[in-house]
């Protein structure tokens, strides 16, 4: 995954052109991706698909024709969708309306955008700035704004059902690793790894551009929805800050829970904060109309850190073993959904003798597999119809995958059925 | 307000009465109230309305003819609805039965009543008892006690709605400032400032005494009381102490999500206490035939500061700064309730683009009002028909009036439809 | 209660044999008791009354002869349901393999069964196995399993209403004083003292084998089992600890409430527990396919305390202040369940006036026994049809039998009506 990261890391991509583009194109060698384009000017719900921007070069150059601020160097330094411009005199003052420095991290650049208003800037660090002191500059920014499409990719892996479990993140922003290539590299994988299971669920993956991503996939799928039964926002997944799961509008969906158990039993410091209208895509996901059970999985949320949106969210940044570990939760929680049935116990007069099915220990007051025990207890208890094996380990506080091995011990024995 | 409690401190008020006819007067001179007039005897659920009060002289002379209690020093020197006596000389040992002081606080006089036991009774300071020696004294109250009539006070303002909110003080303490000149104080100004704004609901003021008021206004109004949507108790409004909420009996009716929001938001250390069947007319209010949506509001709680029922309770124990907060404190409330409407988002699939409509600002990343702009995501992803403004308020922990303040920008631009 | 203890801890019982009716037997001397004997191979749900075990003798001889393991001075010694063996020379070697001992606790003797296994072993201090150095002993065990009897002893005491009150304790323990004979004690005095009692509820008692017992009594009367609204396992109620309440699978029911209030009220350290499948009979009772309102009043629980199922449960761990304050306990939560009506005020409008009925102190001001008249107040106040006592009692957080008092008076003035 760290790999992937460092392939993708240096390419300038926007929510449009040629970035996103070749993005997709390194990712269909890991999935077979299909890539879908839209055209500028197509109506999405209440928004528009926007004109096509790409780029090819910019900079400010000094009086001595130095290029003083240089796209080439990191691409973070012209304001993403900027409109071309190219003056060879412009005075310092005029330039610096369109300047934006971080004065207190005065040694990065920040990540700005202008999507929906036209306009032109460059981004820059304090340092910099500070350093400019000629009358005039030259300014060019060699970009294009003009009608084109809207690129997204789309990975379907049929399960043994239509129910579907969404997999979406961002894949809209240029050189910044942990938002979002860190939740771009995980999902790959984790479609690399599923594509190979045998699967109850049908996944869905979705590598799309931010918020008009989403507004597009959605306004092209709406009658699909539906089938979504669960789904997650990858974003932020490689920094060294605790697990952070942002639940569902609806707050009690089963992904809720399951994200809930999953980090609960992880052994780490993890964070479980309410819905809000704001952050990634399941602000779409979760508008009114949708509605749907998506909740967002990141480490330190975003705007929570300092690197966020600057230079500084860099390869350095993102942690091979902090994307291991937010990759084993998104599997292990992947797996609970894939697992969690209702059961019906078949002998639910008093307990089923255990011992003589050699299910429990023979012989009183002997050493054991205590909680093992416990679990099959908990299982035939609470297996009356209303439970499934995930409430059964909420209530129990035994771990998810206790319970369900003792669910398939005793539904091999015949003391189950599945509702 | 303060200078309103500094007019009506000196009258002797009692549930019946000439004292309490003369304060219903001097709020005339503020709001048009309509003054009821209940005869004596009339039945009133289980209870019957008593005989009128009235009290011109009472004192205690020693064998020099001194006045060693005198009524026209303190009004609650006489047991409130005392029995007229007139004895020239009367034992020590035997007075003594009548007399009731607080040995805690050898400065103060209680204030003690018998409305509903014909008894007669002296209240005087520990000290004042301490330096009786005589062997006989002069006992006189002319008091009155005899048909007449019990006497309310009630202001009506009609608004766009016949729902009504009820606002209700008891008004029949004598020379006691917190208890209740703060309340009935602050209903008059509320009433006053009520009676010149537009109005959606429609607000019911009653000036009454204590218990047998309220079940009187009750016993006349039965078939009335389901328009009252709202209400509040206001009594004991004027001390330093931080302000309390006692819940109606429902516990969750809008006034108690009203009040919790308001005292949240304060800033200050508040108090929100449930609800139980003691204290001032909410026990009527609330009782279960009638349990209307009245909580009390207060500032230290009946009986909790040791100046209560006490002529320590006087103008100096009243803070005009304590008054004027719980008067904003009413008046917040009263604004949520004006205004807390359920709307409908008219664009619920994704968000609606906030940016072309000058709703949102227009570049990325850029400062700007972080909680204006949360506050339109909020109502517009609450906004599906079962959450009201305050419930979005609630879930969204911002302060009502920026939620009610972007509700209605959405709303101007078409974004949302009241239900 | 500790005489009975002292008298029943020298017999050896077991889930089925003559120590088990023994021991009925002289519970008879208190209670009449039913004695059942079920015959061995009954088949019960998914088990089998089990082949009746009895045994006379056993012992571990050295080579002089000298009883080193003497069952007649401890029953422990013998792993309950041991197989008969005779062996007049057996190495120590293979001896080693049936021997049980406490390596943490070297005084002390293990309690150990082997129910549903043929086995044979012994029991003993780890002290005595240190010392055994003989190459060879003699072994014994006299005992038979053979055909017989699962023998259960029931009381039942017929009340106003056919509904049931149901208290379990497992008696098949041989000389362990906490567990369970002071359930058993605390039982049968509870059961005495009700039968001289005027009952509402029906009682039944049951002295019973753990877990095959609940299993056979509840496969005997699987269909009388809806008359039971409420109940209590005991077991472990003469420790030192605080008083333990395990709540019934639902964890809402009326005796979890009444435990809780009870523990509540106490005054003194308790803890309260949710429902999980292991334990005592609750785990049979509260089987998904009976779901009873049966919780398990204990102290320390099972296993919590390191003398749990060792020589050391023995007459000095039982205290007699400890077996006293659980049947009080028992005792309140008995008269609360007896006595938790729900009452509908007659006048429901107002309060009615307490004080003429001599319900009430005349005299605002003065003292008197404020809960007891708070409590007059909420049961006027909440009798509505929707609260019982104990639920008044809970909201009010009086105690209950303060609110029983308060609505008996109201009810003899025809306040209230029983729903």
């Known amino acids: 995954m760290y790999q992937l990261i460092r392939e993708l890391y ?31 000017g197509t109506p999405v719900f209440d928004w528009t698909v926007p004109k096509e ?10 009086k001595n024709g130095q290029r003083i601020v240089d796209f080439r160097q990191s691409n973070l330094h012209v ?25 207190d991290h005065p040694d990065w650049i920040p990540y700005r955008t202008s999507y929906y208003k036209e306009s032109w800037g460059f981004c820059l660090s304090q340092n910099l700035l500070d350093d400019l002191t000629d009358d005039e500059y030259e300014v060019c920014i060699d970009a294009s704004l003009q009608d084109g499409h809207l ?38 994988f984790l479609a690399q790894y599923l594509s190979s299971q045998a699967l109850r669920y049908s996944y869905r993956f979705l590598f799309i551009p931010g918020t008009i991503g989403s507004i597009t996939w959605l306004s092209k799928n709406q009658g699909q929805t539906a089938k979504i039964k669960h789904g997650l926002v990858l974003s932020g997944l490689g920094d060294n800050g605790p697990c952070t799961y942002k639940k569902s509008r609806r ?46 999985f990141m480490r330190t949320p975003h705007g929570q850190y300092s690197e966020y949106h600057t230079s500084a969210d860099n390869l350095d940044f993102v942690k091979p073993e902090a994307l291991a570990e937010s990759w084993r939760c998104c599997l292990t929680a992947l797996n609970i959904i ?15 003798q255990l011992g003589r099915r050699n299910l429990y220990r023979a012989i009183g007051g002997e050493g054991g597999d205590k909680n093992a025990e416990l679990a099959l207890l908990w ?41």
Chains 1, 2, 3 share one sequence.
């Open 79 to 103: 304001v993403n969708y900027s409109m071309p411009i190219n003056k060879k005199r412009m005075r310092l003052s005029e330039l610096k309306e369109h300047l934006f420095t971080l004065p």
């Open 251 to 296: 707050g009690d969906a089963d992904i809720d829970k399951v994200m809930r158990h999953v980090l609960q039993h992880s052994g780490k410091r993890y964070n479980i904060i309410d819905f809000f209208p704001y952050g990634y895509d399941e602000r779409q996901y979760c508008s009114p109309g949708f509605n749907l059970p998506i909740g967002c």
């Open 338 to 352: 894939e697992n969690n049935r209702i059961y019906l116990n078949q002998n639910p007069y008093c307990e089923p």
């Open 151 to 188: 690129t997204y990719g789309e990975y379907y892996i049929a399960g043994e059902i239509s129910d579907e479990i969404l997999i979406s993140c961002h894949a809209c922003h240029p050189s910044l690793c942990n938002d979002n290539l860190s939740g771009v590299a995980i999902a790959t």
């Open 10 to 40: 240096p390419i300038c991509r926007s929510i449009t052109g040629n970035g996103f583009r070749r993005s997709l194109q390194i990712l269909k060698l890991h999935i077979p991706l299909q890539v879908h384009e839209v055209p500028s």
């Open 53 to 62: 921007w790409n780029i090819t070069d910019a900079y400010i150059k000094d």
């Open 379 to 419: 299982v035939l208890n609470l297996s009356d119809g209303n439970n499934s094996l995930l409430d059964i380990a909420e209530r129990s506080t035994l771990e998810f995958e206790l319970i369900h091995v003792a669910a398939k011990a005793l539904y091999k024995h015949g003391l189950l059925k599945e509702v």
